[in-house]
Nanobody, 123 residues
Framework: QVQLVESGGGLVQAGGSLRLSCAAS????????MGWFRQAPGKEREFVAS????????YYGDSVKGRFTISRDNTKNTAYLQMNSLKPEDTAAYYC????????????????WGQGTQVTVSS
């Protein structure tokens, strides 16, 4: 069982930056792939990024490549999403999620989810 708690969301102007954190409970954090997803009102949940258990490999959705960076600190049981050059279309609720074994971009493959944190980018 893994419990995830996101933080770091807020209101930012276009072009600005935010750093989201996802704190995980338990002592098996390094056994899980960590992912970030987002969902805007009326839209489907969208894959943002994922990171392998060791942190060596990262994967990104096309809409955030080159602007967002996912990372993790297994000593702190925490995953991060650094978001730069934010755009109004990045406005959404952001969720972190965990799954065992291999990275993936399909939300249904993730077993554990946080409650979400809102990111709003003003133009």
């Amino acid at each position: 069982q893994v419990q995830l708690v996101e933080s770091g969301g807020g209101l930012v102007q276009a072009g600005g930056s935010l750093r989201l954190s996802c704190a995980a409970s338990g002592r098996t954090f390094n056994m899980y792939v960590m992912g970030w997803f987002r969902q805007a009102p009326g839209k489907e949940r969208e894959f943002v990024a994922s990171i392998s258990r060791s942190g060596v490999s990262q994967y990104y959705g096309d809409s955030v490549k080159g602007r967002f960076t996912i990372s993790r600190d297994n000593t702190k049981n925490t995953a991060y999403l650094q978001m730069n050059s934010l755009k109004p279309e990045d406005t959404a609720a952001y969720y972190c999620a965990a799954k065992p074994y291999h990275s993936g971009s399909y939300y249904a493959d993730y077993d554990y989810w946080g409650q979400g944190t809102q990111v709003t980018v003003s133009s």
